[in-house]
C-alpha cells in the first residue's frame, strides 16, 4: 500500500492522522522485512513511545501490519501485503532481518483446514561477525 492508501484507511476506519501517526506510517512504508516498535522508537525519537505501541495496534487491528514473531520479548511485525511466501532471517545479535524466498510444497492435513507455518532462520550477520 501507499502512503497515500495507508492515510486514507485510517481516516476510513475513524482513526486521527496525526503527524506522529504519518512519520510512523512513511517509516513503515519504506520497511522491506520485519520490524520491532523497539526500532522504531529508534528511528524515531522525538515521538513518544506510546504513539508508536498504539499506532502499532491501530496497524494490526486494520490488517495494515501482521505479528510475525516475538524475538528477545519483543515482538516483530511486516507489512501485510500479498507477496510471495517467504521466510525471515534473524541476526541474533544486532536482530537485523532479511526475507529469504521459499518454494513451499504445502500437504494437505486430515481434518484441518487455512493451514499457516512460520518458519524464522536466525544467525550472525556479515556486519557483527566481522566484530567476533
Known sequence: MTITQLNQK????NYNLTNPRKKILAVITKKDGIFSAKQLIKQLPKIDRTSIYRTLEI???LNIIKPVI???GEQYFEKN????HHHHIICTNCHKTKCVKTEPKM???ENFKNIQHLLILTGICKKCFAKI
Open 10 to 13: 485510517l481516516k476510513d476506519n
Open 59 to 61: 496497524l494490526e487491528k
Open 70 to 72: 516475538t524475538l528477545s
Open 81 to 84: 501485503e500479498t507477496q510471495n
Open 107 to 109: 500437504t494437505k492435513i
